[in-house]
Nanobody, 126 residues
Framework: QVQLQESGPGLVKPSQTLSLTCTVSGGSITASYYACGWFRQAPGKEREFVAGISWNDGRTSYASAVKGRFTISRDNAKNTVFLQMNSLEPDDTAVYYC?????????????????WGRGTQVTVSS
């Protein structure tokens, strides 16, 4: 049973930086060809795609709202995926979720992912 655990919740001020970590257990994200992604859900809004990364060749995909500010990366040896968030804005406030799925593509929709973490709160406020 694959399990994902997010860490790195925080309260930061606008323009500051925060990093999130997703640790995968119960399976190898390399051996099982897992593409990984980050989603977020703000109060009263639907869950939305933030960033995704392929399992082996470093391909990435970003939502337009975060492109140039956020960076997704992974350490397959440690079964870990990261989300570096720079120049944070109040609109980035949300619960952030890590997700994984087997395959070579990077799904942009929730339905493309099979495994989910429980989420971690990120609050950007002055």
């Amino acid at each position: 049973q694959v399990q994902l655990q997010e860490s790195g919740p925080g309260l930061v001020k606008p323009s500051q930086t925060l990093s999130l970590t997703c640790t995968v257990s119960g399976g190898s994200i390399t051996a099982s060809y897992y593409a990984c992604g980050w989603f977020r859900q703000a109060p009263g809004k639907e869950r939305e795609f933030v960033a995704g990364i392929s399992w082996n060749d470093g391909r990435t995909s970003y939502a337009s709202a975060v492109k140039g500010r956020f960076t997704i990366s992974r350490d397959n040896a440690k079964n870990t995926v990261f989300l570096q968030m720079n120049s944070l804005e109040p609109d980035d406030t949300a619960v952030y979720y890590c997700a994984a799925t087997r395959g070579v593509t990077i799904p942009l929709g929730q339905q493309g992912y099979d495994y989910w973490g429980r989420g971690t709160q990120v609050t950007v406020s002055s």
